[in-house]
Every structure is written in C-alpha cells, then in structure tokens.
C-alpha cells in the first residue's frame, strides 16, 4: 500500500488517552494538540512570530470564507496558503461544510452538493464534494477534510440515515477528486448525531475508503448537544476509531470537554471558542473563568492566572488590560487572545506529558478540581 502524505506513530498509551506523533508535510505534531482557528488565514490578531512563541505546531483555515474572499484561485497565485499568510508549520483547512449548512435559509442541500448565497454580497453558489476539494487542492492544506452534510445537534435517526449516506456517497466523490494525494492528506468526518449505533454505520461505510484516508474526524458534536450526550459518544465511539491514525474531535475548545475527549482516545481538537471570548474581556485560568471586564478588576494589579507563565501574564496587570478592553483598544483584545491560546495549547502539552507518565487520570481530576472550584482570591475580592 502507497504511504500516505499524513502518517500517525502512537508513542504511549494510558489507559485510552494518546501520546503521538502525526507527520505531515510540514512538518511533526505532538498530540494531543489543540489548533487555533484561522478562519480567514489569520489567526485574529496574532502574529505568526506570537503563535510561534506560545508553541502553535498547526492552525486551520476555512474553505467557505477563503474561497469568498480573497478566493483560493488569488491564494494558488501565491503559492498556497502557506506561502500567503507567511505559515511554514502544518495547515488543516475545513470543507466548508459546517459554513453551508450554518446557513439556514440561504442554503438548499441536492445530492449534487449545496446551493447557497454568499453571506459577503448575496451571490448564488455552489459547493460540492468536487468542488471544496479543487479549493482545497489551489489552498494546499497538508490536511484536506471531506466534504460532509453537518447536521443540527438535535437531528432524529430519520433525518441521519439518509443523511450519513449522502455523506459517504460525498467522501467517495472527494476520493476520486482529490488532485494532491502525494502532498495532502484526507481527513473523513465521522456523522450520526447522539447516536452510538449511527456513528458505527457512518464510520464502517468511510473505512471503506482507509486506503485513501489519512484519519479521522468525529464531526456534528459541539453543536447544540446535551454534555453528557457529546461525553457518552467520544466514551463508545472515539475506542472504535483506527487506532494507526490521528482522531480529530471538530469544534471543541473549552478545557473540561478537551481532556475528557483526551481521556478517550482524541488527538487533535480545534475551536473559535477560546479567541471568540478573549475579545469579549473573558480569560480562562487555573481557577476557572474570570472576565477581566468586570470592575472589581479596575484596581488589581495581579497578572490574569497568577500560574500562567506566558508573555501576558509575565508582562501585563488585570486594572491595564481591563483599562484597554473598555477603551476599545486593539492591544487589549490581542492579549488576552495570547493568553487563551496559549493556555490551550500549554493544557493539552501538560496532558501529553501526563500520558507518557502513566499518570494522565490524576492530572485531569487535579485541573478539575482547581478549574471548577473557581477563582477563589477573585471571588473574595468581589464580595468585600
């Protein structure tokens, strides 16, 4: 069998959670990982010298909105995606198909593919398995997703059986599209809503297909689902995934939901989440949450996690960037995006290290315990 472009080495098991390696053509990554989202090729307001320094081995970009604008044709021009937003590290890009089918209304699903308008200027389009490849192949991804129906959160098994059909009868068709196979890999994603039943139909239809798929992906969690339903499924469904290749848990960037997809067998994650909240004035910490906005903040001059070692937190006080977020200044939103990645991308490092020391059940019930029990010396202060 021909080597895959993307390749999987399991360095150590413990219990079901993973410590590997995926190479890819841009280079290694050390799982489990979280990727920081750039939709648009840009991870918002970070530097690439910034994603660098907190230690980002992989970011994505987005078939819909890079194909709407600049366009993947503009970006080929360049050299790829790489080349146009000055990133040597590994891509994985998105189908588009969570983009399309966001749309509601201005969407029309046909087993060709989806009709929809453009949310930019409201121009008819049209995207197909064919076609987020071919944007895909002109972006030059090292990891190019199949292109899938995403369906709501809380779909029935009616509306899913046909549903995950339609998706393997799109992966096949993105198989044979696929114009790079030497230089990007191929990631299936993984459908059947809440159902444990659904997602094993899914999943033994795309292994049909392993040959040509680099891994894996559990797709339509993190949509709308019950915690305890997305938690029911990574538990029956992640230990059934291939073993010899990455398994990649879509859409999922809160720290409790990370290391219980950790403790089940995931290796990669990714989210909008973290940087979508740092922008808003909210900040993760040892200790929980804590939206630095608030008032009671005004004054205080410790740094954002007195535990974080990262630029922010060795370099800037709760009262400065709380002064600039409510001023509107730019820096104010790009520090606390630093931090949130950062304490990410350093959660899932720390799992890693957990893993290869035998002692991963420990640390997660050790952050749980500090996460959950909030921010104890902030929560004083707000009551006096």
Request: aromatic share 8%.
């Amino acid at each position: 069998m021909k080597k895959l472009p993307v390749t999987y080495e399991l360095i150590k098991k413990n219990g079901n959670a993973r410590a590997g390696i995926i190479t890819t053509p841009h280079g290694k990554i050390e799982t489990p990982v979280f990727m920081p989202v750039g939709t648009q090729g840009s991870v918002k307001g970070m530097t690439k010298e910034e994603l660098l320094e907190l230690g980002t081995q992989i970011i994505l970009g987005n078939t819909y909105h890079l194909h709407l604008r600049p366009s993947d044709e503009l970006i080929k021009k360049f050299g790829g995606l790489h080349e146009f937003s000055n990133w040597d590290r590994p891509i994985l890009t998105d189908s588009g198909g969570f983009q399309v089918f966001s749309l509601g209304h201005l969407r029309k699903i046909t087993e060709e593919g989806v009709g929809f308008s453009s949310h930019i200027d409201g121009s008819k389009r049209f995207l197909s398995p064919e076609k987020s490849i071919e944007i895909q192949n002109n972006l030059g991804s090292d990891i190019v997703m199949l292109f899938d129906e995403c369906p709501p959160g809380a779909s029935s098994r009616e509306y899913l059986i046909p549903s995950i059909e339609r998706t393997t009868r799109w992966a096949k068709r993105c198989v044979e599209a696929h114009k790079k196979p030497d230089e990007q890999g191929l990631f299936a994603i993984v459908q059947g809503g809440i159902y444990e039943d659904l997602r094993e139909k899914s999943l033994k239809e795309l292994k049909e297909l392993d040959e040509f798929i680099s891994g894996y992906a559990l797709g339509g969690l993190a949509v709308g689902e019950a915690k305890e339903d997305m938690y029911r499924i990574l538990k029956n469904v992640t230990p059934i995934l291939p073993d010899e290749k990455p398994r990649y848990l879509m859409g999922v960037g809160e720290p409790l939901d990370m290391l219980e997809a950790v403790e089940h067998g995931i290796d990669m994650m990714d989210c909008v989440h973290p940087t979508r909240i740092a922008r808003h004035g909210t900040v993760f910490t040892k200790y929980g949450r804590l939206v630095v906005k608030n008032s009671i903040y005004a004054e205080d001059d410790r740094p954002l996690d007195e535990d974080c070692d990262c630029y922010v937190c060795r370099n800037y006080k709760r009262g400065y960037i709380r002064h600039l977020l409510k001023a509107g200044e730019i820096l104010g939103q790009r520090l606390t995006t630093y931090h949130n990645l950062y304490f990410l991308v350093n959660l899932m490092k720390k799992a890693r290290q957990a893993i290869l020391e035998d002692r991963y059940l420990e640390f997660k019930e050790e952050f749980i315990k500090n996460y959950t029990m909030g921010n104890k010396s902030s929560w004083i202060q707000e009551k006096k």
